[in-house]
């Protein structure tokens, strides 16, 4: 089972809105409705951002959505903040014998 | 709170063995799945391994099947995984997450392991 594949770096100014991609098969992002987002700042754990495509967690900022249309799901911030700075990955549930996968992994820079 | 905290890694050599824990607190551990994820160095994220609520079912990455295994103790609250015949690409931070509705919602904060001579 191959990583999702996500652009290495994103970058914005603060305000602006980005978006994140994450490019999988029929056989993970488009067949199920379970891609999760999560952050991740430098030397931290990763934080959970987006669950079920769409969904925000209690406690999550707004700025934050997420959506899929076929292989492709993504992740959009809004009104683009400094703190935002991080690492974006996405996660899918996947058939075959790996039932989960992340994606490449996305470095959100704020200029 | 929930609060979950791994201990266990450290520097072992290849071919080596090592076992992580993960103590968990502040939820009803029974009743959820729970992950490994990892890190190496300067990489991504990679899931691991996870393990169903009573121990029943457990899934496994194609690069560690049949040389780690992922157990629980339900009653201890604690989450476990058996690194057997460690290579250097195992080297990387270890993290345990709660799965809860299709995503891992909680994290800890990793521990290190270290694969070298």
């Known amino acids: 089972q191959s990583a999702l594949t996500q652009p290495a770096s994103v970058s914005g100014s603060p305000g602006q809105s980005i978006t994140i991609s994450c490019t999988g098969t029929?056989?993970?992002?488009?067949?199920?409705?379970?891609v999760s987002w999560y952050q991740q700042h430098p030397g931290k754990a990763p934080k959970f951002m987006i669950y079920?495509?769409?969904n925000r967690p209690s406690g999550v900022s707004n700025r934050f959505s997420g959506s899929k249309s076929g292989n492709t799901a993504s992740l959009t911030i809004s009104g683009l903040q400094a703190e935002d700075e991080a690492d974006y990955y996405c996660?899918?549930?996947?058939?075959?014998?790996?039932?989960?996968?992340f994606g490449t992994g996305t470095k959100v820079t704020v200029l | 709170e929930v609060q979950l905290v791994e201990s266990g890694g450290g520097l072992v050599q290849p071919g080596g063995s090592l076992r992580l824990s993960c103590a968990a607190s502040?939820?009803?551990?029974?009743?959820?799945?729970m992950s490994w994820v990892r890190q190496a160095p300067g990489k991504g994220l990679e899931w691991v391994a996870i393990?169903?609520?009573?121990?029943?079912?457990?899934y496994y990455v194609d690069s560690v099947r049949g040389r780690f295994t992922i157990s629980r103790d339900n009653a201890k609250n604690s989450l476990y995984l058996q690194m057997n015949s460690l290579r250097a690409e195992d080297t990387a931070v270890y993290y345990c997450?709660?799965?809860?509705?299709?995503?891992?919602?909680?994290w800890g904060q990793g521990t290190l392991v270290t694969v070298s001579s």
């Open positions: 029929s056989s993970d992002v488009g067949g199920y409705n379970s």
């Open positions: 997450a709660r799965d809860n509705v299709d995503s891992r919602d909680y």
């Open positions: 996660c899918s549930y996947a058939t075959g014998t790996t039932p989960w996968v």
């Open positions: 393990i169903k609520q009573d121990g029943s079912e457990k």
């Open positions: 079920e495509v769409s």
């Open positions: 502040g939820f009803s551990f029974s009743g959820y799945w």
